[in-house]
């Protein structure tokens, strides 16, 4: 495998993005329109298109303009200066916030940040480009969005798009961190309408279309759990209701306010007043750190390492520092150059510290690539690590 593809291979969950670019362009966006030709998708989102009843990419077409304008205005117009798009995704958010005069960091997977960052550069203004830069970064790591951000000042306002109900518990909890870390810095705010975001699909088809919500809302999130190959929205802020989001996030050290996500909502084409208002059931969430937290600095982390050996047969691994979506890339392109059809695998996980899905993902591929897989064992554990494979069910096949 090249890089891109072992990017492809353990971060599968980017391809639900792909199609947004195109939807924009159906809608006239003159953004999405400059851009799609240069990200290369157009021929792929074409014959997609072809298989699509006209009343509902119609349909698709009007919500995800929607989404995308709402998100637009609220990082617009929040008082801060510098906007960190968390994911970036193909979105040319980038051409309209710097268009406003604000800094956009466009925050990715590297699989996405590879693609678009060129892409960008060809298709911006001089001024846009000035204001613009994007960043392969993993959501859940501090130290990866502080070094993207560099020497910047002012105040954060940090959106999070369509990102929420990817994560596992464990993710979930330590993006919260990342970001109260660096709200806790910078100053400024987090705001998604995340909770709620795919009902803007399902409100759209069910008022337009006069179909079933509830039915549209369990057949949309089905596909796109077969898209990005995970479950969505199986943690704390979609499993008890709006209600039970916000007291999670409370207890995560923010302070959370609530509106329709129809405050930030300019006229889109084709949208009409009874669509407009069924959006309101739609909130927009704003997130301010209540109270920085202080005390002990967190531990510098190691760097990431693998050092492997193949002795009749067996494989032996040591992994050190964090494996996520930026360095889990690395840990399969390790296995593989080191001997992927080994009789038997040991992984000694002493010096790693903690573990994304993108990382489970590719201790799945290895214990897959050994014919008798009771012969695939990890050793030494650390106590988070374990924590985050009991939380998420890899216990039972990797402990």
């Not at 009749?312 to 930026?326: A, I, P, S």
Request: proline fraction near 5%; include cysteine.
């Amino acid at each position: 495998m090249d890089n891109k593809e072992l990017q492809r291979a353990v971060n599968p969950v980017y391809l639900t993005a792909k199609s947004t670019l195109g939807l924009l362009k159906k809608a006239g966006d003159p953004d999405a329109v400059a851009l799609l030709p240069i990200i290369g998708l157009e021929t792929e989102l074409q014959e997609k298109a072809k298989i699509l009843p006209a009343p509902i990419g119609n349909c698709y077409k009007i919500a995800q303009l929607a989404r995308y304008e709402i998100y637009n205005t609220a990082a617009i117009r929040s008082s801060a200066p510098n906007i960190v798009d968390l994911p970036s995704g193909y979105s040319p958010r980038g051409f309209r916030v710097s268009s406003a005069g604000k800094r956009y960091f466009g925050f990715d997977l590297p699989v996405v940040i590879d693609d678009m960052a060129p892409a960008a550069q060809k298709v911006m203004t001089p001024e846009q480009r000035r204001l613009s830069s994007y960043h392969a970064v993993d959501a859940t790591n501090y130290q990866s969005m502080k070094d993207a951000l560099g020497s910047v000042k002012g105040e954060l306002c940090i959106v999070t798009e369509g990102l929420l109900g990817y994560f596992n518990e464990p993710e979930l909890v330590s993006l919260c961190q990342a970001i109260h870390r660096l709200l806790s810095e910078y100053g400024g705010c987090w705001m998604t309408a995340d909770t709620s975001i795919l009902r803007i699909y399902t409100l759209t088809f069910s008022t337009l279309l006069k179909g079933d919500e509830l039915a549209l809302l369990n057949r949309m999130q089905g596909k796109a759990n077969e898209m990005a190959d995970v479950k969505m929205n199986q943690n704390s802020l979609f499993l008890n209701g709006e209600e039970g989001a916000i007291r999670f996030l409370e207890n995560q050290g923010f302070t959370v306010t609530a509106e329709p996500v129809t405050n930030y909502l300019p006229d889109v084409p084709g949208m009409n007043d009874e669509l407009r208002n069924a959006y309101r059931q739609m909130n927009m969430l704003t997130l301010r750190v209540a109270s920085p937290k202080t005390g002990r600095k967190s531990a510098k982390e190691l760097p990431f390492a693998v050092n492997s050996s193949v002795t009749d047969g067996k494989l032996v691994m040591k992994v050190q520092g964090r494996v996520d979506t930026l360095t889990a890339t690395d840990l399969l392109k390790a296995f593989q150059e080191a001997s992927p059809q080994s009789d038997s695998i040991e992984l000694d996980l002493e010096k790693m510290p903690y573990i994304s899905s993108a990382g489970l993902r590719v201790l799945l591929i290895m214990r897959k690539s050994v014919k008798d897989q009771s012969c695939f064992k990890v050793f030494h554990v650390q106590p988070e690590v374990e924590k985050i494979l009991k939380m998420t069910g890899f216990d039972k096949l990797l402990l």
